[in-house]
């Protein structure tokens, strides 16, 4: 993977310490994913990010919501699903997510996107002194190969370093 721009992360990395700030304060678990979830798992800076995707459970989602927009974060858009916010130019979607009737892990009004049940492991990462917890390999693995979109450099990338995640986990 390509090494980031150091503004890239000067602007990203202190927005997640932030919401991770007034989140954990509001007492909200959430978890990073995509791009940066990677990065996060890799220990370093890797490429730019277009946003910062998250998620949380959707019985959190007053909380996240009033928490964030005290922060200064504002809404951007809000769907069942997710809500985006923007803070200092800066995108950040939280995906929503519950179980279903069996007790897997599904995301919120979109049942038939189920999740690994290691997918949301307790323990915290760290990136350039923030701190968050990170969606396990494993699942990023299986969004990414389960994306039906065609596949983007970034993607194939994104691939191969979770595949040298996980290997190395086996």
């Given at each position: ?32 994913r995509g791009g940066w979830a990677i990065d996060f798992?890799?220990?370093r800076v890797t490429r730019t990010h277009e946003d ?27 769907t069942e699903k997710q809500v985006d916010f923007e ?84």
């Amino acid at each position: 993977m390509q090494a980031a721009s150091s503004s890239m992360a000067g602007e990203q990395l202190p927005t997640i310490e932030r919401w991770r700030v007034a989140l954990s304060a509001a007492d909200v678990r959430f978890w990073l994913r995509g791009g940066w979830a990677i990065d996060f798992l890799i220990g370093r800076v890797t490429r730019t990010h277009e946003d910062v995707d998250a998620v949380t459970w959707q019985r959190h989602r007053r909380r996240l919501r009033e928490a964030l927009t005290a922060a200064g974060f504002r809404v951007v858009r809000e769907t069942e699903k997710q809500v985006d916010f923007e803070e200092r130019g800066v995108d950040v979607t939280f995906v929503f997510l519950t179980r279903d009737g069996e007790g897997r892990i599904v995301t919120h009004a979109i049942p038939e996107w189920t999740w690994r049940p290691d997918a949301l492991p307790p323990a915290w990462r760290e990136l350039d002194g923030v701190a968050c917890r990170v969606v396990s390999a494993r699942q990023l693995l299986k969004e990414k190969e389960g994306d039906p979109r065609p596949r983007r450099p970034k993607d194939a990338e994104s691939i191969a370093a979770l595949r040298r995640l996980v290997g190395a986990r086996c």
